[in-house]
């Protein structure tokens, strides 16, 4: 069966691929993922943890504890530093950047969280669930 998500880092040193749909496609406004992105908030598209593969290279983490008090484990290219997952401490899921995504288009956000972290000058997606923190 073909990959339905593939990605990688901008140098190339990193690869991964899914096999599944994402369960769930989300902007996450958390302070957390404004400061790993850059930007006011991180599009992520959620995987099963065990559907995640990596096909090529290796990727450096970086752990903190998050608001909730989960451990969260940002993956990214030792390399150039892009960013490419995060792994929260008792969810099943992996969430990838969808700016390391082969086609972003692929991303159709159906929730933003965290939006009470949100800079005043974030930009929101019309029509899209919102939730003050995590929808649990």
């Not at 140098?11 to 899914?18: H, K, M, P, T």
């Not at 030792?78 to 929260?88: F, H, Q, R």
Request: glycine share 10%; proline share 7%; hydrophobic share 40%.
């Amino acid at each position: 069966m073909a990959a339905k998500i593939v990605g990688g880092c901008m140098c190339g040193a990193v690869r991964y691929e899914s096999a599944v749909d994402a369960v769930m496609q989300a902007s996450c406004y958390c302070r957390d993922c404004q400061r790993s992105t850059g930007g006011a908030f991180a599009p992520v598209v959620l995987v099963p943890k065990e559907a995640f593969k990596l096909t090529k290279g290796q990727l450096k983490h970086y752990e903190v504890t998050a608001d909730s008090g989960n451990k969260v484990s940002r993956g990214f290219c030792a390399d150039c530093g892009s960013p490419i997952t995060s792994v929260l401490s008792g969810m099943p899921f992996t969430a990838i950047k969808v700016g390391s995504l082969d086609d972003p288009n692929q991303f159709r956000p159906t929730a933003s969280i965290f939006v009470a972290s949100a800079p005043a000058w974030a930009p929101h997606f019309a029509g899209v669930r919102t939730f003050p923190r995590n929808p649990g």
